[in-house]
C-alpha cells in the first residue's frame, strides 16, 4: 500500500519538486517555494535609495549613506538579512546546498528587472585562493552565474581577492571596512557598466572595495545585487 501511495505521489508531482523551506511538494512553476514559506520571506519595505537597506521610514536614504560614500552606483536585496532569508544564506554559504542558488537567484532576478538600471554585464564578489580551497566552491559565483542565464548577459570574471583578506563573519563595522581595504584586483578591463553579485550586504563595505577597485580599472557604473541586506540597528544611548 506504501508503494502505491509512492507512485501515486511521484505520479502527481513527477519532478519530485520540494520548497527549499519547509520540504512540501510544489509545482516546478514555483520556483522552489511553496506560496506559504514565500510570505514567510522578510521582504524588504521602504528601502534606501542608495544603498537599498530597508529604513522603513519617510527618508529617501539611510544613516550610514549620509555619512558615508559607497563606490557603488546603487545596490538593492529583495530581503532582509533575517529569518528564513538569513537561513537560506547560511545553507547556501556553509551548508553545502549549493541547489539553493537557483531558486534564490530567480528571487533576486524579480528585484533586479524593477530597477532601471543599464549595465553590459555581470560580476560576483571573489573568493581568494585559501578561502575557496577551505569552501570548495564561492557562493556569489553560483547566484551570478544563475541570474546571468536568466537575464542573457555575460560574466566578467576579472575581480580577484587579494590573500590575507580574513572571512568577514565576526567583525563589527569599523573591523568590516578595514579588513576589506583594498582587498581587491582587476586583472582585466572591465565592461563601462557591471551589475556586481554577492550573497548579504551587511555594512556595504565588501561591495563598496570591489566597486571602487571596478571604477580605478575604468568601469563608469556599478550596480549591487544581493539575496538580503542587514539592517542596522540604531544606537541607543541611556540618560
Excluded: H
Excluded at 47 to 53: L, T
Excluded at 152 to 164: A, L, R, S
Aim: include cysteine; aromatic fraction near 8%; charge should be positive.
Amino acid at each position: 500500500m506504501k508503494e502505491f501511495f509512492k507512485s501515486l505521489a511521484d505520479a502527481l508531482n513527477p519532478q519530485g519538486i520540494k520548497c527549499v523551506v519547509c520540504g512540501r511538494d510544489i509545482e516546478k512553476e514555483r520556483n522552489g517555494f511553496c506560496g506559504g514559506c514565500l510570505k514567510k520571506l522578510p521582504y524588504s519595505a521602504r528601502v534606501c535609495r542608495k544603498c537599498g537597506v530597508d529604513i522603513r521610514s519617510l527618508n529617501d536614504y539611510c544613516d550610514d549613506c549620509g555619512k558615508n560614500s559607497y563606490a557603488f552606483d546603487e545596490a538593492r536585496s529583495p530581503f532582509r538579512y533575517e529569518g528564513e532569508a538569513m537561513k537560506l544564506i547560511r545553507r547556501l554559504k556553509f551548508g553545502g546546498q549549493k541547489y539553493l542558488a537557483k531558486p534564490m537567484s530567480k528571487l533576486m532576478a524579480e528585484t533586479l528587472l524593477r530597477q532601471n538600471w543599464r549595465f553590459d554585464a555581470v560580476a560576483y564578489i571573489p573568493m581568494n585562493r585559501s578561502g575557496l580551497k577551505n569552501r570548495g566552491y564561492n557562493q556569489a559565483r553560483l547566484l551570478a552565474e544563475e541570474i546571468c542565464d536568466i537575464i542573457q548577459k555575460p560574466m566578467f570574471g576579472g575581480i580577484v581577492k587579494k590573500e590575507g583578506v580574513i572571512p568577514q563573519e565576526g567583525l563589527d563595522y569599523n573591523g568590516r571596512k578595514d579588513n576589506v581595504k583594498g582587498a581587491f584586483l582587476v586583472t582585466e578591463k572591465p565592461p563601462e557598466r557591471l551589475l556586481l553579485v554577492d550573497d548579504v550586504k551587511t555594512t556595504g563595505a565588501t561591495l563598496g572595495e570591489a566597486a571602487k577597485a571596478l571604477k580605478k580599472a575604468g568601469c563608469r557604473e556599478v550596480y549591487c545585487l544581493t539575496f538580503a541586506s542587514a539592517v542596522r540597528k540604531p544606537k541607543t544611548g541611556g540618560l
